[in-house]
């Protein structure tokens, strides 16, 4: 990270802040997803404040790490994160979705520099992620690159493609991260189709695995340790979380899978996260 | 429209045992009843279009009719070799319906804006394409599409359009519904731009324009008899669609004029772009010059009042 480092409770503050603009934007939007925003949040805020090399004033440095949100919905995470990095104007946040706008409701590399890839078509994003990884060690690059996927996402097939060829490569510098909230828009991930034993299916697949709580700060730093750690097998985290985490009543709730809160809802959400 | 055309999937179910609905992570809000009273032809499959159109092509072989519903960018963009391999080659009685079709999802942006599928769908040989107006004429489109014999594409507009098609004009697969006769000046559309070519209309007339209107809701089969047999009275034909400009109803129209007619055409539909704006799609419609001000104004300079 190029920038100073933070004390763990700043980024703790800091990631309260995150998700109260996630609520004020997509309340603003009128439309978006608050629930596998707020699940992705703590380790999107760990990587951009801890994990990843970049820098926000130069967003196209070629020595950044790479990061490819493949839940594209998620989006308004990466966005809270980066505004308050410096990428761009925190005012900014309030115009997503608009006609205008640079921030949209799915990332898009036309748009916003720093965004790597255009995603919003689930399922993508390891693929990318894994050319990258694959160019970066081609080149000689130290280079990592980091992939977020939902796990409604991953039952793509295409994701199953990606996984099986990373670590024929041994990308080591690849890490794939599931956001695990166990909720799509169907109902709960493992009723619409059973993802379990989750683990020992990347395992079998050769990935080197672990399994954390992704809303615990200091397992998610491990976790991204470990990963470095690990030669010749790309990692993938396993992040245990809770969809709409921090909004008491969405949290574990379908429904607030894609619906904005109206002006009452969003009262609410904000007392509780401001505490 | 959406909550019609799966609504009808819903009673078409109850009445014939042949009809599945199998849906990919779309929500199944108003199929509730469905899924409790008949569970065994209701499938909420997961987050993988391409396997779902494998299943779907293998029900039909064995003669089911599935009905498979999602978003119309995966199931055309993502699903078009198995579309091609598994419905088209072998003619599987399969009904792709497709929700978001046009600009819908505008503030989703281009992985969701399905603005090629009309003509991804029409390139392949024995695909039939639907694109109704309107709740009522996506009821009969889903009506008749259940003793079709081969895939059938239909798409779904936005929600909330008001109702402009005829109980009594019918809905026939393949069947333009000449909605007005005029002279001069014909506007060909599908789907829900047949609202805007009644807007059009309305400005035309009042200034001494005597519009034809003519509603494609089959893209394909095309009506060639009626094309050979109705254009006598027009000049200048324009088509008019919440899609590329490349590929569907218009080029549809040019495919057969440059074959069959003299007429001058004109294409309104969305630029040979991705969207570089977001917004919604009332907005982005406006920002690619489909409002009717902006279409009637582009008309009037192109043609002089008859
Ligand atoms: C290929 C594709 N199919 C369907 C969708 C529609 N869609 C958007 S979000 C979503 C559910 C995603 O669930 P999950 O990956 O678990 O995300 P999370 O719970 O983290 O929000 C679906 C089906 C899509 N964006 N892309």
Same mark, same amino acid.
């Given at each position: 990270?190029?920038?100073?480092?933070?004390?763990?409770?700043?980024?703790?503050?800091?990631?309260?802040? +995150?998700?109260?603009?996630?609520?004020?934007?997509?309340?603003?939007?009128?439309?978006?997803?608050?629930?596998?925003?707020?699940?992705?949040?703590?380790?999107?805020?760990?990587?951009?404040? +801890?994990?990843?090399?970049?820098?926000?004033? @130069?967003?196209?440095?070629?020595?950044?790490?790479?990061?490819?949100?493949? =839940?594209?919905?998620?989006?308004?995470?990466?966005?809270?994160?980066?505004?308050?990095?410096? +990428?761009?104007?925190?005012?900014?946040?309030?115009?997503?979705?608009?006609?205008?706008?640079?921030?949209?409701?799915?990332?898009?590399?036309?748009?916003?520099?720093?965004?790597?890839?255009?995603?919003?078509?689930?399922?993508?994003?390891?693929?990318?992620?894994?050319?990258?990884?694959?160019?970066? =060690?081609?080149?000689?690059?130290?280079?990592?690159? +980091?992939?977020?996927?939902?796990?409604?996402?991953?039952?793509?097939?295409?994701?199953?493609?990606?996984?099986?060829?990373?670590?024929?490569?041994?990308?080591?510098?690849?890490?794939?991260?599931? /956001?695990?909230?166990?909720?799509?828009?169907?109902?709960?991930?493992?009723?619409?189709?059973?993802?379990?034993?989750?683990?020992?299916?990347?395992?079998?697949?050769?990935?080197?695995?672990?399994?954390?709580?992704?809303?615990?700060? /200091?397992?998610?730093?491990?976790?991204?340790?470990?990963?470095?750690?690990?030669?010749?097998?790309?990692?993938?985290?396993?992040?245990?979380?809770?969809?709409?985490?921090?909004?008491?009543?969405? @949290?574990?709730?379908?429904?607030?899978?894609?619906?904005?809160?109206?002006?009452?809802?969003?009262?609410?959400?904000?007392?509780?996260?401001?505490? | 429209?959406?909550?019609?055309?799966?609504?009808?999937? #819903?009673?078409?179910?109850?009445?014939?045992?042949?009809?599945?609905?199998?849906? &990919?992570?779309?929500?199944?809000?108003?199929?509730?009843?469905?899924?409790? &009273?008949?569970?065994?032809?209701? #499938?909420?499959?997961?987050?993988?279009?391409?396997?779902?159109?494998?299943?779907?092509?293998?029900?039909?072989?064995?003669?089911?009719?599935?009905?498979?519903?999602?978003?119309?960018? #995966?199931?055309?963009?993502?699903?078009?070799?198995? !579309?091609?391999?598994?419905?088209?080659?072998?003619?599987?009685?399969?009904?792709?319906?497709?929700?978001?079709?046009?600009?819908?999802?505008?503030?989703?942006?281009?992985?969701?804006?399905?603005?090629?599928?009309?003509?991804?769908?029409?390139?392949?040989?024995?695909?039939?394409?639907?694109?109704?107006?309107? *709740?009522?004429?996506?009821?009969?489109?889903?009506?008749?599409?259940?003793? $079709?014999?081969?895939?059938?594409?239909?798409?779904?507009?936005?929600?909330?359009?008001?109702?402009?098609?005829?109980?009594?004009?019918?809905?026939?697969?393949?069947?333009?519904?000449?909605?007005?006769?005029?002279?001069?000046?014909?506007?060909?559309?599908?789907?829900?731009?047949?609202?805007? *070519?009644?807007?059009?209309?309305?400005?035309?007339?009042?200034?001494?324009?005597?519009?034809?209107?003519?509603?494609?809701?089959?893209?394909?089969?095309?009506?060639?008899? $009626?094309?050979?047999?109705?254009?006598?009275?027009?000049?200048?034909?324009?088509?008019?669609?919440?899609?590329?400009?490349?590929?569907?109803?218009? &080029?549809?129209?040019?495919? $057969?004029?440059?074959?069959?007619?003299?007429?001058?055409?004109?294409?309104?539909? !969305?630029?040979?772009?991705?969207?570089?704006?977001?917004?919604?799609? *009332?907005?982005?419609?406006?920002? #690619?010059?489909?409002? *009717?001000?902006? !279409?009637?104004?582009?008309?009037?300079?192109?043609?002089?009042? &008859?």
């Amino acid at each position: 990270m190029t920038n100073s480092r933070l004390e763990k409770k700043e980024l703790v503050e800091k990631i309260r802040q +995150y998700r109260i603009d996630i609520i004020e934007m997509l309340h603003r939007a009128g439309s978006g997803h608050p629930g596998g925003s707020l699940s992705a949040i703590d380790l999107i805020a760990s990587l951009y404040h +801890y994990e990843m090399q970049h820098r926000p004033n @130069e967003p196209l440095w070629p020595g950044r790490d790479r990061f490819v949100l493949s =839940k594209g919905h998620g989006v308004p995470a990466q966005y809270a994160v980066m505004a308050g990095m410096g +990428y761009f104007p925190k005012e900014e946040l309030k115009q997503l979705r608009q006609i205008n706008a640079r921030l949209q409701g799915h990332p898009s590399d036309q748009f916003l520099p720093g965004i790597e890839a255009s995603t919003g078509s689930l399922g993508m994003g390891l693929s990318f992620a894994m050319g990258c990884a694959l160019s970066a =060690k081609l080149q000689g690059e130290s280079q990592r690159v +980091y992939c977020l996927m939902g796990d409604g996402e991953i039952q793509e097939g295409q994701v199953w493609e990606a996984a099986l060829s990373a670590p024929k490569f041994k990308l080591d510098n690849l890490v794939a991260i599931i /956001d695990y909230n166990k909720g799509q828009i169907d109902g709960p991930t493992n009723e619409v189709m059973n993802l379990e034993p989750l683990m020992d299916k990347w395992r079998a697949f050769n990935w080197h695995c672990i399994a954390i709580d992704g809303h615990n700060l /200091d397992q998610i730093e491990q976790a991204f340790q470990e990963a470095r750690l690990t030669q010749s097998k790309p990692t993938l985290i396993l992040a245990h979380t809770v969809k709409g985490k921090g909004v008491s009543f969405m @949290e574990g709730v379908i429904d607030w899978h894609g619906a904005a809160p109206n002006a009452d809802e969003t009262a609410k959400a904000l007392q509780e996260l401001k505490g | 429209m959406r909550k019609r055309a799966l609504d009808t999937v #819903f009673a078409l179910a109850q009445q014939d045992e042949r009809v599945v609905y199998i849906g &990919s992570d779309v929500g199944q809000g108003t199929l509730q009843g469905f899924q409790e &009273s008949i569970p065994e032809r209701f #499938f909420v499959e997961a987050i993988s279009e391409a396997y779902v159109i494998g299943m779907a092509a293998g029900m039909a072989m064995t003669g089911f009719v599935p009905y498979v519903n999602t978003i119309a960018t #995966f199931l055309t963009r993502r699903c078009l070799d198995q !579309i091609a391999v598994d419905l088209c080659i072998g003619n599987h009685p399969v009904r792709l319906v497709a929700n978001g079709g046009g600009l819908v999802y505008a503030p989703l942006g281009p992985t969701h804006e399905a603005i090629e599928d009309i003509a991804l769908m029409r390139c392949l040989p024995n695909m039939t394409v639907l694109v109704p107006c309107d *709740a009522e004429e996506m009821e009969r489109a889903v009506r008749a599409s259940l003793d $079709w014999s081969g895939p059938i594409y239909i798409r779904i507009a936005r929600g909330g359009e008001s109702v402009v098609s005829l109980p009594e004009r019918g809905f026939f697969i393949g069947k333009a519904i000449e909605v007005r006769q005029g002279e001069k000046l014909l506007i060909a559309t599908t789907g829900v731009m047949l609202q805007t *070519a009644l807007e059009v209309q309305d400005i035309m007339a009042r200034a001494g324009y005597n519009l034809g209107i003519v509603h494609f809701h089959t893209v394909k089969p095309l009506d060639t008899a $009626w094309l050979a047999n109705q254009l006598g009275p027009y000049s200048h034909v324009a088509s008019l669609e919440e899609h590329s400009v490349i590929g569907g109803l218009g &080029s549809a129209l040019a495919e $057969w004029l440059c074959e069959n007619g003299d007429h001058k055409l004109k294409r309104f539909g !969305i630029p040979d772009r991705f969207a570089d704006r977001f917004g919604n799609q *009332a907005k982005l419609l406006s920002y #690619f010059g489909l409002d *009717a001000a902006s !279409i009637a104004k582009e008309l009037q300079a192109w043609v002089k009042p &008859s």
